[in-house]
């Protein structure tokens, strides 16, 4: 069972459209088009960067996390349910983190950015984000 909590973000992912760009010198950067969490009446769209600057391993997946997930997943915390997830008590770090980072100097943390029909997991450290 997969437990997520989602990030505390000012808005939710409302996109169909996911770009994932990896580079080694400057990590992984995610662009969706969000909406804010407190609405407003209208449906205003805005573009926000995800941007993972030490990333051990990436994943995209094709495919809607959910409906793939739908039984192995649960929301833990009180954060508003935003569509960018960090997961506690992952296998995958666990497994993964004596290759990448046995010192846990990079304090490593599992995280999912959930599209429409796809998906990006990553082993990263702290990101930053930019909304526009």
Same mark, same amino acid.
């Given at each position: 069972?997969?437990? !997520?909590?989602?990030?505390?973000?000012? $808005?939710?992912?409302?996109?169909? #459209?996911?770009?994932?760009?990896?580079?080694?010198?400057?990590?992984?950067?995610?662009?969706?088009?969000?909406?804010?969490?407190?609405?407003?009446?209208?449906?205003?769209?805005?573009?926000?960067?995800?941007?993972?600057?030490?990333?051990?391993?990436?994943? $995209?997946?094709? !495919?809607?996390?959910? #409906?793939?997930?739908?039984?192995?997943?649960?929301?833990?915390?009180?954060?508003?349910?935003?569509?960018?997830?960090?997961?506690?008590?992952?296998?995958? /770090?666990?497994?993964?983190?004596?290759?990448?980072?046995?010192?846990?100097?990079?304090?490593?943390?599992?995280?999912?950015?959930?599209?429409?029909?796809?998906?990006? #997991? /990553?082993?990263?450290?702290?990101?930053?984000?930019?909304?526009?």
């Amino acid at each position: 069972m997969l437990s !997520l909590e989602p990030e505390r973000l000012d $808005c939710r992912i409302s996109t169909t #459209e996911m770009e994932v760009r990896y580079t080694e010198q400057n990590g992984v950067s995610i662009n969706v088009d969000v909406t804010p969490l407190e609405e407003s009446g209208e449906m205003k769209y805005h573009q926000m960067q995800l941007n993972f600057s030490n990333v051990a391993e990436l994943r $995209c997946i094709t !495919l809607n996390f959910y #409906e793939v997930n739908y039984d192995t997943y649960e929301l833990i915390g009180t954060n508003p349910d935003t569509g960018v997830y960090q997961v506690h008590t992952s296998e995958w /770090l666990v497994q993964e983190r004596g290759k990448y980072d046995p010192r846990n100097r990079l304090q490593l943390k599992h995280y999912i950015v959930v599209g429409y029909d796809s998906y990006a #997991e /990553l082993l990263a450290s702290a990101y930053t984000v930019d909304i526009q």
